[in-house]
């Protein structure tokens, strides 16, 4: 898939046939394709082509023909944000700025989800990572800063409204993400379940939004750009070959990222009774 220019223009869009200016992915989960807004939520980053590109990779390697357009909140003077009636689903993702900060560009991500929530209820979003801590603040959580920072893939156990989400998906306790995080959420929201223990996903009593501490959209390339975050998170010596090497091969490490985008795709059908239903 190519992709334009992060910057060149409001909701660039992605395309399979190799148009710069679109990026189609088509689903073998849905009866028609689906249309796809990302939200990449990092400030003025050196990694945004590849951010981007993860999810082009993630998501094409899933659902092959529906259509993803990408939009940047933090890079843009007033906002860049999708038109909410345009798409079957919503992602808020990553983020390279703490969400408890009040940055008029965080500001406008927060009034971008309420008024989705408000005026277009049903509306299926999906926090990632920044997002999923951003929704949770939002819906009376709390974001806390983490004495151990995580990197690479690790593994989060179901909890059992997990399992009964992910009952087709999985036939194990645990799931397994990449992760690469220092804050995490330390208080569940109102009006959500828990999907994986320590508040690693949610899944809203409606059933219309769905949240992931982990990163399924990354896979072990898109990981190992941000390897050297480890030289200020954990103190270690980037000259140290072992040490980095370790680390390397925990972002090697195999996991459930197609499966759980396989499981996002499916529930953008499901109707608002939620857990309840299953």
Not at 22 to 38: F, G, H, K, V
Not at 68 to 93: E, H, M, Q, R, T
Not at 138 to 157: N, Q, R
Not at 266 to 274: F, H, L
């Amino acid at each position: 898939m190519t992709a334009a220019h992060p910057h060149a223009h409001a909701g660039t869009t992605t395309t399979t046939n190799n148009t710069s200016d679109t990026t189609t992915t088509t689903t073998n989960l849905s009866s028609r394709p689906l249309n796809i807004a990302i939200l990449l939520n990092s400030y003025r980053s050196p990694f945004i082509t590849e951010i981007r590109d993860s999810y082009t990779r993630a998501l094409g390697a899933v659902s092959p023909h529906s259509t993803l357009s990408f939009f940047y909140p933090a890079d843009k003077p007033d906002g860049d944000f999708p038109d909410p009636a345009a798409f079957d689903l919503i992602v808020v993702g990553g983020g390279n700025a703490d969400p408890r900060k009040r940055h008029p560009w965080i500001l406008r991500v927060h009034r971008f989800i309420l008024d989705v929530v408000a005026h277009h209820p049903g509306k299926k979003l999906c926090g990632i990572c920044w997002g999923h801590q951003t929704i949770a603040m939002l819906f009376g959580g709390e974001v806390v800063d983490m004495e151990h920072p995580e990197l690479g893939v690790t593994e989060a156990k179901l909890t059992p409204h997990g399992r009964r989400f992910f009952a087709s998906s999985f036939h194990n306790t645990h799931l397994r993400l990449q992760q690469h995080h220092r804050r995490a959420v330390g208080v569940r929201p109102n009006g959500f379940d828990e999907l994986l223990a320590g508040h690693q996903a949610f899944l809203s009593h409606n059933n219309a939004i769905l949240t992931f501490q982990g990163h399924p959209e990354k896979d072990a390339r898109a990981a190992r750009m941000r390897v050297r975050d480890a030289a200020r998170w954990y103190g270690t010596d980037m000259e140290d070959s072992r040490a980095v090497g370790d680390l390397l091969l925990k972002m090697e490490v195999e996991h459930d990222g197609a499966e759980v985008w396989r499981r996002v795709l499916a529930w953008v059908g499901e109707g608002g009774r939620g857990l309840a239903s299953l």
